[in-house]
């Protein structure tokens, strides 16, 4: 679990349109998906992303860091760098990545198993995969040591 000077996080699954994010909470362990942001012309919506951590008052960032299967870097993987260099660079806290492997899929599976039920509508939004995906890449930071990262 996450040491105490970082009691929330926001977890991102930082995509080519879009970036979903989530809210976790380290004391009690869980995180909730928030929402999907699209970019615009090609870079974060820093406006909203700003209000984001303005309203959550986040203590660290947590990235989602795409490997590919083997665990080498792939070209998405120096766009989520970039991406966290850039949240240190503008709010100077601290960021984390960690390896998202498989968060997409898990995603989609726990989306698909939401629905089944009839704990989720037929119709999935645009984005709420990613946000679920960030949520599944909190999770992990949640439930892993803070150390153990990429």
């Not at 879009?18 to 615009?40: F, P, S």
């Not at 490997?67 to 070209?75: A, E, H, I, R």
């Not at 970039?82 to 599976?109: C, H, M, Q």
């Amino acid at each position: 679990m996450p040491d105490a000077a970082h009691d929330l996080a926001l977890g991102f699954d930082y995509g080519k349109r879009r970036m979903g994010i989530a809210v976790g909470n380290a004391v009690v362990g869980t995180a909730k998906a928030l929402v999907a942001l699209e970019h615009i012309a090609g870079q974060p919506d820093w406006q909203r992303l700003d209000a984001l951590v303005d309203e959550w008052r986040v203590d660290v960032f947590i990235v989602g860091l795409p490997l590919d299967v083997d665990g080498t870097s792939q070209k998405m993987t120096n766009r989520a760098r970039n991406f966290s260099e850039e949240l240190w660079g503008r709010y100077k806290l601290p960021v984390r990545l960690i390896d998202e492997r498989y968060s997409t899929i898990e995603a989609r599976e726990r989306l698909a198993a939401a629905r089944a039920s009839g704990s989720r509508g037929k119709r999935l939004a645009k984005g709420d995969s990613d946000a679920m995906a960030a949520q599944v890449i909190l999770e992990r930071w949640l439930q892993n040591d803070p150390e153990d990262t990429t």
